[in-house]
């Protein structure tokens, strides 16, 4: 389908970083989501911060699993290398790929329900071993490629496009990740990109587990009840020989308040985000005082955004391992493989 391709010119007034990219160096294929997903502005929040940091896309390692969020890393950095694992098993992979070759900048991109429903387990242990790498959660607490059902981010009491209420308690992301150890934990909003692309920038250049969960709306699965117009009701009133989708176009959610305020952003469904962005005296060094402001601000029915903790003294899985500097992946048969001498010392080490 070659309307999907991009065309390769550029104009040549378009600014470029020390490197001589610009920012359409840093683009992929076109997107497939639905117009208006949250999870494009990601993209293209990621897409901005690699080209502000002059990241040479070479270096770059973009891993998903499985969902509309893990289609994503298709449509940024194009020139990067990229694995798209099965149904939430990407942390382990990055991991594995972490191990081989540590010069790569490692981007894990998931979605709820890829990482906090299949993929918990993967997302917790990636966590605690401190791997050096971003993983970024494209939060919309649905499953948006099977019609919409609650994930397991859903707020208890939170209603699905049928009308359905979720009974089941919520797992925040951003306290799990504090639990397991993370030593650069934050939140945002897609549409708010003034706080979403310092946060990216700051996950990249910090060194260990750097864990960003982005709430991102969902526009195909938040009709408002009621409406004789919503696709459900046309559904539930129609006979029809076929089951067609069809997806409203909808506009991009945005926001932009200032630090320390709340901010109320509206649904396409009529329900209303409440968002608090973090103050300029908030001490993101201690994470026992970020976990419960957290549970604070969430008593009042806020989600807070922005830098919630970062260890500036952390330090990676290379680095709990104790591995050679030179990635493993270029280590030489002579170098794994040192001799029957140098195994009986390690064994003798090891009793």
């Known amino acids: 389908m070659t309307y999907l391709l991009k065309p390769k010119l550029h104009h040549p007034t378009l600014p470029a970083n020390r490197l001589g990219y610009t920012r359409r160096d840093y683009e992929g294929k076109i997107s497939t989501l639905c117009a208006g997903c949250g999870h494009d502005s990601i993209s293209a929040a990621i897409i901005?911060?690699?080209?502000?940091?002059?990241?040479?896309?070479?270096?770059?390692a973009k891993l998903s699993g499985i969902g509309c969020s893990s289609k994503t890393p298709?449509?940024?950095?194009?020139?990067?290398?990229?694995?798209?694992?099965?149904?939430?098993?990407?942390?382990?992979v990055l991991t594995g790929a972490n191990l081989a070759n540590r010069e790569l900048l490692y981007l894990g991109v998931s979605g709820d329900g890829d990482s906090a429903s299949i993929g918990f387990g993967q997302f917790a242990h990636?966590?605690?071993?401190?791997?050096?790498?971003?993983?970024?959660?494209?939060?919309?607490?649905?499953y948006g490629l099977t019609k919409g059902q609650f994930s397991a981010t859903a707020d208890k009491g939170s209603k699905s496009k049928r009308?359905?209420?979720?009974?089941?308690?919520?797992?925040?992301?951003?306290?799990?990740a504090l639990q397991l150890g993370a030593t650069f934990v934050a939140r945002s909003f897609s549409g708010?990109?003034?706080?979403?692309?310092?946060?990216?920038?700051?996950?990249?250049?910090?060194?260990?587990?750097?864990?960003?969960?982005?709430i991102s709306p969902c526009v195909a699965f938040n009709n408002h009840e009621g409406s004789t117009r919503s696709y459900d009701y046309v559904r539930e009133h129609n006979e029809a020989v076929n089951r067609i989708d069809f997806i409203k176009t909808r506009d991009a959610i945005t926001t932009d308040y200032a630090p320390g305020t709340v901010q109320d952003v509206p649904q396409h469904d009529g329900s209303v985000l409440r968002l608090r962005?973090?103050?300029?005296?908030?001490?993101?060094?201690?994470?026992?005082?970020a976990m419960n402001y957290l549970q604070q601000r969430a008593q009042q029915g806020e989600i807070v955004t922005g830098l919630l903790y970062v260890n500036?003294?952390?330090?990676?899985?290379?680095?709990?391992?104790?591995?050679?500097?030179?990635?493993?992946?270029?280590?030489?048969?002579?170098?794994?493989?040192?001799?029957?001498?140098?195994?009986?010392?390690?064994?003798?080490?090891?009793r």
Not at 74 to 92: C, K, Q
Not at 192 to 214: M, T
Not at 277 to 289: C, E, I, L
Request: aromatic share 6%.
């Open 163 to 176: 009308g359905v209420l979720n009974s089941e308690e919520s797992i925040d992301m951003v306290m799990v």
């Open 48 to 60: 901005q911060a690699c080209w502000e940091l002059a990241i040479e896309p070479h270096k770059v």
């Open 312 to 350: 500036a003294d952390s330090e990676d899985l290379h680095h709990h391992l104790n591995t050679v500097d030179i990635p493993l992946n270029q280590l030489n048969s002579k170098d794994l493989c040192p001799g029957l001498a140098v195994l009986e010392k390690v064994n003798a080490a090891m």
């Open 126 to 142: 990636s966590i605690r071993r401190g791997v050096n790498m971003v993983y970024v959660v494209e939060n919309n607490g649905v």
């Open 277 to 289: 962005k973090v103050d300029a005296g908030y001490d993101a060094s201690n994470r026992v005082t």
């Open 192 to 214: 708010d990109k003034a706080q979403l692309v310092p946060l990216i920038r700051a996950a990249i250049e910090h060194k260990g587990s750097a864990f960003l969960d982005v």
């Open 74 to 92: 298709d449509y940024f950095l194009g020139n990067s290398h990229g694995f798209n694992t099965v149904h939430g098993r990407m942390p382990s």
